[in-house]
């Protein structure tokens, strides 16, 4: 990710582009290839010598913080589904393609995972 004159001279050089291109010609891409348009437009106001407050909210944009955390809250769609994302399953160590029985306690109404045997060919 470039910062400072760098920044400012490539940005410069790609101003006829859209400017998710011009972004992602700085650099500002994360690991999952999505355009990092908060930090670039950061990285500029800095690079034009605004001075950028570097609070905690803010650095998790940065890429140098935790990113979002797991509330371990859900509610069901409007289709019927009930979502668990992957900071849950990732907390829990599972994998693509396990698969579990579904349980239901009906004296509280808790949902329970139970790890089923893999099926031999």
Do not use: W
């Not at 500029?44 to 650095?59: F, I």
């Amino acid at each position: 990710m470039l910062e400072g004159k760098a920044l400012l001279d490539r940005a410069r050089a790609l101003s006829n582009r859209p400017e998710d291109e011009i972004a992602r010609g700085c650099g500002y891409v994360g690991p999952s290839g999505r355009v990092l348009k908060k930090s670039f437009y950061r990285a500029l106001v800095a690079a034009k010598g605004y001075p950028v407050p570097n609070s905690v909210s803010r650095t998790a944009s940065s890429g140098q913080g935790k990113g979002r955390q797991a509330d371990f809250r859900t509610r069901v769609h409007g289709n019927g589904n009930l979502l668990i994302g992957h900071a849950y399953t990732r907390k829990l160590g599972l994998e693509p393609g396990q698969e579990f029985r579904i349980e239901i306690n009906p004296d509280n109404g808790s949902i329970s995972l139970l790890p089923l045997e893999p099926q031999d060919p």
